[in-house]
């Protein structure tokens, strides 16, 4: 499916956000400054950063307010540094994302521990410099924000479980929470942010939340579908890794049929949360079916 | 050496802190929380948050601010990552940290790992909470502060530099620029953060840096002196290991007079920034004087 045209200038600004910013960072350490570009410069979807800038459209009233990128710019840093740190060998082991090797293979294991951690600082440091909002109070709450959905009940706490899953047999209830932390909470993060940046009503704020609880969800379902029948070289991972590894998938626990049906609910749930916004949530509703519709 | 009793209430409401920190962060990653606490109450010195108490004290006219005590929670919660990272197999592969097994040792790599990434988190989140300050442009200062310190300009950079020096030869200049950022950074932090927490005037603060960043590199020094004819046991690491790998260490490229020498007068350096202050200041120039005068 192709994107509306307002949601592929936001990836194209964020790219060149990011490139830009990779090109601004200091020295000396040049060569993590490089592992970290490397890592966040790799061709991703930009799912969040999209997330952050349609959101904060629809509450600034279909502008997207100035420092709304820099937030975008944060999501994706910390994203980033997820990745890094979950195919290092210890964690999933894996030597390629998104087809080109990964940061530890490219680099080696002690810079992509660094670069994850820079990266991780970097998303904090942006959110709280004032060209996000001149209102303090408004970073302060991005900043909270994030880290509770970075920390130990949100996404390092989801891969914490995800890793004790390799070795027990998890219910339904358990996958779902564990990818409601590890995936949900950051895409969570990127919508109800972009609301908040833009000055969104409690009413707006509430159903970004709906929203993008029920599209992190589809996310982690049709992730599941991509590696259950995917094509490995469409993904840029090996297809089928994680059901080798045993851990609990979606199609696994609900079947192939119910997991494409829940999918389906989901979003088309996602997008009735934002009934009450009209066209002007469209953006958002295209990105939460891409989520389900996309090849990788 | 024996601190001042305000200095060593300071230590002990700080562990008091820490410990009820880890004892209220929720489930259910609850192995995660339990390695992030073992990771960080270890029976540290607890300097940088004696730091934060002590200039708190003083700007504050001799009271400890409320909510001083998150930012200390939050610069050991910080400190304490930067520890578990560094010990892991792929950075400086150390088995024990203060006397008992590294937190990966105790654990395992993928939670050591997530600890140190969870700890990271931990800290933005804890400087983000209305608990630190009801002012919200002062948690906005101290995360963006405290990503500084910890970011590519300073910890993680250092650590960067430090992994390239094992194979180089760095010159004097190189070795006190790595240290800066590595060790100096977030002791720097530490200093300033209590100061803007309190209230400092803008003297104040450029006090409390100029003071700061000398015992940061008068303590680096001390550890170098310490790893080079330290008590092993004492320690809690291996005596010369750092030596050993080839490391630059101030010891090695100034001698060990010219290395003794610097750290008393880098002391008296730090202790006269204050002078101002008078015997207000007297509970930071004890805790400069212990950072050269330490056993472990």
Redesign the interface.
Known sequence: MILPASVRADTAAVEDHLASLFES?????E???ES?RYATMNGGKRLRACLVLAAARLAGGGQVPDGAIHVAAAVECLHA?SLV?DD?P??DDSDTRRGIPACHIAF????A??A???L???A??I???PGVSQD??I???L??E???A????GM??????D??AESSSPSLDEVR?MQA?KTGALIQFAAVAGGVHGGASASLEAALADYSRDLGLAFQIADDLLDYDGDAAALGKPAGQDAERGKGSFVVLMGLDAARQTAVELIAAAETALAPWGAAADDLRAIARFAIERRS
Chains 1, 2 share one sequence.
């Open positions: 960072l200091p020295g000396p350490a060569h993590l400054v970290m540094y740190h290092l210890a964690m080696d294991e002690a810079t521990i660094l994850g951690d820079a991780q600082t970097l904090f440091g959110l709280a410099d303090a109070a970073r302060a709450r900043v909270g994030l880290a509770t970075a920390g130990i009940t390092a706490g989801g891969q914490m479980l890793l004790e929470q932390m």
